[in-house]
């Protein structure tokens, strides 16, 4: 007697609709809204349900700080897509064993471009007319805070505005201007891509140029006069730095260290775990060295 098949425990997945990503606009996103199907593309890993609710919060901080062009809406979107985990996380991931009361002075990241310590919830709070300060201070992971606080960061925080430099394409100030560092950069210009990509950047009739979102570089951003940046260019790219988040390339690394040196005489203080601007000094030095013997 043949026997019966036991039937599979295995769960199957839900069924996700990815349809409404698929609408595609003829025009760029200039002067106009940001569509649910464009979001949901520059944001390929989150679902409908939840970029619905950031849609209208999204748009009415692009109206309000001046992100009316196609290409500052990408650059917004690249930023805080990889800030949150692409709309997931509002709020800082504290490491293990770590409370808020350890970090920032008890003010710990929150929002779509994390604002930390008491200064930076009060600035914004006055800013809006609201209390973030003590208990108050989770209300900035409500998405229309949250949302309104990276818009605010954006253009008003941030002095010059952002936006200038997504004008220029400057994908590497901007990164360091919003980090401090390049953590998370490779993410950055992928979600860039895929965000200009969805918002018709190539299509804009306000530029005679068609920005290149895949390939950026120290020498052509703002970012090359300043010293620190320079640093944590070739400190990121390093293969014998424990930094992450970019490719590792030696030859970037040269250029960062390299333009570092030339500007070291305008670091003041020491960053990115060294103490003072002669360990920086003292670090990019050897590196060079070090670098330029492997290519001999």
Same mark, same amino acid.
């Given at each position: 007697?043949?026997?019966?098949?036991?039937?599979?425990?295995?769960?199957?997945?839900?069924?996700?609709?990815?349809?409404?990503?698929?609408?595609?606009?003829?025009?760029?996103?200039?002067?106009?809204?940001?569509?649910?199907?464009?979001?949901?593309?520059?944001?390929?890993?989150?679902?409908?349900?939840?970029?619905?609710?950031?849609?209208?919060?999204?748009?009415?901080?692009?109206?309000?700080?001046?992100?009316?062009?196609?290409?500052?809406?990408?650059?917004?979107?690249?930023?805080?897509?990889?800030?949150?985990?692409?709309?997931?996380?509002?709020?800082?991931?504290?490491?293990?064993?770590?409370?808020?009361?350890?970090?920032?002075?008890?003010?710990?990241?929150?929002?779509?471009?994390?604002?930390?310590?008491?200064?930076?919830?009060?600035?914004?709070?006055?800013?809006?007319?609201?209390?973030?300060?003590?208990?108050?201070?989770?209300?900035?992971?409500?998405?229309?805070?949250?949302?309104?606080?990276?818009?605010?960061?954006?253009?008003?925080?941030? !002095?010059?505005?952002?936006?200038?430099?997504?004008?220029?394409?400057?994908?590497?100030?901007?990164?360091?201007?919003?980090?401090?560092?390049?953590?998370?950069?490779?993410?950055?210009?992928?979600?860039?891509?895929?965000?200009?990509?969805?918002?018709?950047?190539?299509?804009?009739?306000?530029?005679?140029?068609?920005?290149?979102? !895949?390939?950026?570089?120290?020498?052509?951003?703002?970012?090359?006069?300043?010293?620190?940046?320079?640093?944590?260019?070739?400190?990121?790219?390093?293969?014998?730095?424990?930094?992450?988040?970019?490719?590792?390339?030696?030859?970037?690394?040269?250029?960062?260290?390299?333009?570092?040196?030339?500007?070291?005489?305008?670091?003041?203080?020491?960053?990115?775990?060294?103490?003072?601007?002669?360990?920086?000094?003292?670090?990019?030095?050897?590196?060079?060295?070090?670098?330029?013997?492997?290519?001999?």
């Amino acid at each position: 007697m043949r026997k019966a098949k036991k039937k599979s425990l295995k769960a199957t997945k839900p069924h996700v609709d990815n349809s409404f990503r698929e609408a595609v606009s003829l025009t760029c996103a200039c002067n106009r809204e940001v569509t649910l199907a464009e979001l949901g593309r520059t944001f390929n890993a989150q679902k409908k349900e939840r970029l619905e609710k950031f849609l209208p919060h999204v748009n009415s901080t692009f109206s309000k700080n001046q992100n009316k062009t196609c290409i500052r809406k990408a650059h917004f979107l690249a930023q805080v897509g990889h800030e949150t985990g692409q709309l997931r996380l509002l709020a800082e991931q504290l490491p293990k064993g770590k409370d808020e009361k350890d970090v920032y002075d008890g003010y710990k990241g929150r929002g779509l471009i994390q604002i930390t310590y008491k200064d930076g919830y009060e600035a914004y709070g006055s800013y809006v007319g609201q209390d973030f300060t003590g208990s108050n201070r989770v209300n900035l992971e409500n998405i229309e805070w949250a949302t309104d606080s990276a818009g605010w960061y954006w253009s008003v925080k941030t !002095s010059p505005s952002l936006n200038g430099y997504a004008d220029k394409n400057d994908l590497v100030y901007i990164t360091q201007a919003i980090n401090g560092a390049f953590n998370g950069y490779d993410d950055r210009v992928n979600i860039l891509r895929r965000a200009a990509s969805a918002l018709v950047v190539d299509q804009c009739p306000a530029r005679t140029d068609c920005p290149n979102v !895949s390939t950026f570089s120290l020498g052509g951003s703002a970012a090359n006069s300043i010293p620190a940046a320079a640093f944590a260019w070739g400190l990121w790219h390093d293969r014998a730095s424990d930094k992450h988040g970019v490719t590792k390339d030696d030859d970037e690394a040269l250029i960062g260290y390299r333009r570092f040196l030339a500007l070291k005489a305008e670091q003041k203080r020491g960053r990115f775990g060294f103490k003072k601007p002669a360990s920086m000094i003292a670090h990019a030095e050897s590196r060079v060295d070090s670098l330029s013997d492997d290519k001999e």
